[in-house]
């Protein structure tokens, strides 16, 4: 395709709202729009920029004999409360209901589920060790650190190292 006939909305002012380096070039080279405080609509150019970074990032998962998987990104509360961190996130946790009334929640991550799936599916030491690792859309509202933009959603490459063990199964994160 031409440039010329490419969507790339590129700015020539620094956004005021862009306070590290990184965040306004992406804002100014057209790879991303903000929509709200950490919540951002990737571009033509940034979104096959951020698919490239995926696939190496699963080409090396794979080198390293790590087994891909995706997970929903919303998970039942149950399997929070049993892990006791459902009351322990705080307001930082998006909770919904849905129609059957059923507690849900936006995930900020995957422990929980990823745990339930293994226990679930791995019966015998002799498959261990297992690593399932997965690139997914996470959803955090929390307070920024000094110097840096508010960060809601993110994309996190996260790996779960499940282990022989004395004590039993046990997730280790990567």
């Known amino acids: 395709m031409r440039l010329s006939r490419y969507f ?41 920029v951020l698919r490239r970074i995926e696939q190496i990032v699963h080409e090396e998962q794979q080198r390293a004999g790590h087994i891909p998987m995706l997970m929903p990104t919303l ?18 946790m ?26 679930s599916h791995v019966n015998s030491y002799k498959e261990l060790p297992m690593t399932l690792y997965h690139i997914q859309w996470k959803f955090r509202d929390e307070m920024p650190p000094p110097l840096r933009r508010d960060a809601r959603s993110r994309i996190p490459d996260e790996g779960r190292l499940y282990l022989r063990s004395d004590q039993g199964r046990r997730a280790a994160r990567l």
């Open 75 to 92: 998970q039942p509360a149950d399997l929070w409360r049993e892990s006791g961190r459902y009351d322990d996130y705080g307001e930082e």
């Open 8 to 48: 790339l909305p590129v700015l020539k002012e620094d956004p005021k709202e862009a306070q590290i380096v990184s965040h306004r070039l992406m804002l100014r080279a057209g790879m991303i729009k903000q929509q709200a405080a950490g919540i951002y609509s990737w571009l033509p150019l940034g979104f096959k």
């Open 94 to 119: 998006l909770r919904i209901r849905d129609r059957q009334k059923r507690d849900l929640l936006y995930g900020p991550t995957n422990e929980e589920m990823i745990t339930d799936i293994f226990r």
